[in-house]
C-alpha cells in the first residue's frame, strides 16, 4: 500500500487519476478537508500576536491546538481510506464475510465527517476574530471544509447501505443529518460575512 501522505501531491495525484480502487473518493475528502484545516492554521498564524484582546487572544489559542489535531487526523485519514478499501476489496474478492469490512470502510469517512465539523467550528470562530485581511482564505476553508463534508458523506451512505444493523445505521445518519445541517448553516454565515468585508474593502479580502 502506497504511503500518499509523506509522498508527493503529484505522486497522490496521478495515483488518483489512474485505473485502480484508491485512492478514491473517500482519501480525496479527507486530503480536501485537509486542505480546509490547513488554511485555518495559516489565518490563525496571522491572527494571533499582541494587540489581541486577552481574551479573543486565547480563544485563538485554543482554536489552534484544536485545528493541529484535526489536520493530523485528517491526513492520517487520507491513507486511513485506502487502507480500509483496499481490504473490503480483497474480502469481497474472496468471498468470505464482509460485515466488518463494511463497518471499516463507514468508520473512516464518518470520522472525515466528524473532523470537517471540528474545522468548521474554527472556521466560525476566525471569522469573528481572526485577521480580516485573509477574509477570503477563511471563506474558502469554509467552502472546502463543507465540500469534503459532503463528499464524504457519500462514502459513509454506500458503505451503511451494506449494513444489516438498523440501530447503527439510523444513528449514523441522524448523526450525518445534524452535522450537515451544522455545516450548511456555518458555511452561508460565513460566506455571507466575508462577502460584506470584501464589499467595504472594495472588493479585496486575502492575500492572493
Known amino acids: 500500500m502506497t504511503d500518499y501522505l509523506r509522498g508527493t501531491v503529484e505522486g497522490y495525484l496521478k495515483g488518483l487519476s489512474e485505473r485502480k480502487a484508491v485512492p478514491g473518493g473517500g482519501s480525496a475528502s479527507a486530503l480536501t478537508a485537509a486542505i480546509g484545516a490547513g488554511l485555518n492554521l495559516m489565518v490563525l498564524n496571522y491572527s494571533i500576536g499582541p494587540g489581541k484582546p486577552a481574551e479573543e487572544q486565547r480563544g485563538l489559542l485554543e482554536a489552534g491546538e484544536k485545528q493541529r489535531k484535526s489536520l493530523e487526523c485528517l491526513s492520517r485519514l487520507v491513507d486511513d481510506d485506502c487502507r480500509v478499501f483496499a481490504e473490503l476489496m480483497e474480502a469481497l474478492s474472496s468471498g468470505r464475510p464482509v460485515r466488518n ?85 456555518a458555511e452561508m454565515e460565513i460566506s455571507e460575512r466575508v462577502e460584506k468585508i470584501m464589499k467595504a474593502k472594495g472588493g479585496h479580502g486575502g492575500t492572493d
Open 101 to 185: 469490512e463494511y463497518y471499516a470502510a463507514s468508520e473512516v469517512p464518518m470520522k472525515i465527517c466528524c473532523e470537517c465539523g471540528e474545522s468548521m467550528d474554527v472556521t466560525r470562530r476566525l471569522v469573528e476574530n481572526g485577521n480580516m485581511n485573509l477574509a477570503t482564505d477563511i471563506g474558502c476553508a469554509s467552502r472546502i471544509l463543507k465540500s469534503a463534508f459532503h463528499s464524504a458523506r457519500l462514502n459513509v451512505e454506500v458503505n451503511l447501505n451494506r449494513i444489516d444493523d438498523r440501530l447503527f445505521v439510523e444513528r449514523a445518519r441522524k448523526e450525518l443529518d445534524a452535522m450537515g445541517k451544522d455545516i450548511d448553516r
